[in-house]
Nanobody, 118 residues
């Protein structure tokens, strides 16, 4: 069964860092684009960062310079390094994998909570 499992969330103080991991299984990871999304209470889920099969990355403006998305195809895992965290970053973070050429094949992780608070 195809699945994506996020880990690494938690409670941190403003200015702190977290590294989220998205471990996938049951698919050919290297042909999937990966996105990290987040959803705060009462808000739409938004794309935070994405990385293509070719390594091209993109970020929403609010996290540019602070977050870095990466992937390790040998481990079937994607990462989101989050530095200089702000209270506004508080949300549930979800990993999404999408087949690069057949996008109907896409999968969501269960989410991991990130809370930034003093």
């Amino acid at each position: 069964q195809v699945q994506a499992v996020e880990s690494g969330g938690g409670l941190v103080q403003p200015g702190g860092s977290l590294r989220l991991s998205c471990a996938t299984s049951g698919h050919i990871f290297y042909i999937y684009d990966v996105g990290w999304y987040r959803q705060a209470p009462g808000k739409q889920r938004e794309l935070v960062a994405g990385i293509s099969t070719g390594g091209t990355t993109n970020y929403t403006d609010s996290v540019k310079g602070r977050f870095t998305i990466s992937r390790d195809n040998s481990k079937n895992t994607a990462y989101l390094q989050m530095n200089n965290l702000k209270p506004e970053d508080t949300a549930i973070y979800y990993c999404h994998a999408r087949h690069s050429t057949v996008p109907m094949f896409s999968y969501w992780g269960q989410g991991t909570q990130v809370t930034v608070s003093s």
